[in-house]
């Protein structure tokens, strides 16, 4: 009885120790790159047996039809995806179109959604890998970036953005912030269109000639630095009480008034990374 009475007691001593532990953010983030990891296949899975019931449809249909050949080669596609749990680019067939068609609508779906899952998914590991390395956690913080490179680079394809095209700043920095060599595969060397607010501005302070304003996601936190050439952009500051514009004005045309924490678009050539994102070149997207 002292016995269990000490052993006991030694429990309920120890309980409230055991609750007060917390998950680090190396487990944390250990945790939920393996949940990413879950939800990807679990995508997968369904995903793939839509696709096998759509293939079962289609050998019927070529059956009906008495096109043995082609209801053969569904079946074949049918029992490799069943067989292998795949389902790429790489198994494309050229014929029957019927069954290219779907496949290539199931790839595009699959590719889809699971780019959705990781893109979701990543602004949580980023921030853990963010404060690992502010508490001088490196090797953890390491750990953290390189299930962020594993899931991006297994899932994610990487694709050179549009010229031109319109990239919200909070996807510019997420892409540097995850992974900056991925992210210059990406947007390095593009002159593309980043939306988001103007946080400040000012004259660079290594180069009078050089106007540079900052562009901030929404409510959120971080920047891209945005350089307009004074040789080509005349600007002035107007304030009205507590509100302050930035006047643009080009060398021809008409000048453009920017209120902090105002919508913003700038055009511009992208740098990469030097102690932040940065483009050059830059003009007001127009």
Known sequence: MIFLRTTFALLCFALPLVAQIKPTAAGLGEAEAQKIEDKIASVRRDLLSKYDSALGELQIQFQKAA?????????????????????????????PKSLRTLQTTMVARMQELVSGVVNESLPKLVEYKKQLTTEGKLDDA??????IERLQNANVPITKTEAGGIVPVETLLQAYSADRGRADKTYRGVRFVVKGIMAGYRVDPNDATSLQVFVSPA????????????????????????????????REGTEVRIA???PIEVLGDC????????LAKCDLAR
Request: glycine share 8%; aromatic share 8%.
């Open 219 to 250: 409510g959120g936190t971080g920047w891209a630095q945005c350089s307009f050439s004074t040789a080509k952009w005349r600007y002035r500051e107007d304030k009205f009480g507590a509100n302050t514009m930035l006047v643009l004005i080009p």
């Open 271 to 278: 740098a990469g990374w030097d102690e932040m994102v940065k």
């Open 260 to 262: 902090k924490g105002g």
């Open 142 to 147: 390491v750990a953290v970036r390189q299930a």
């Open 67 to 95: 096109d043995l050949e082609a209801a053969l080669t569904v079946r074949a596609e049918r029992n490799r995806a069943h067989t292998e749990m795949v389902l790429s680019e790489a198994n494309l067939v050229k014929e």
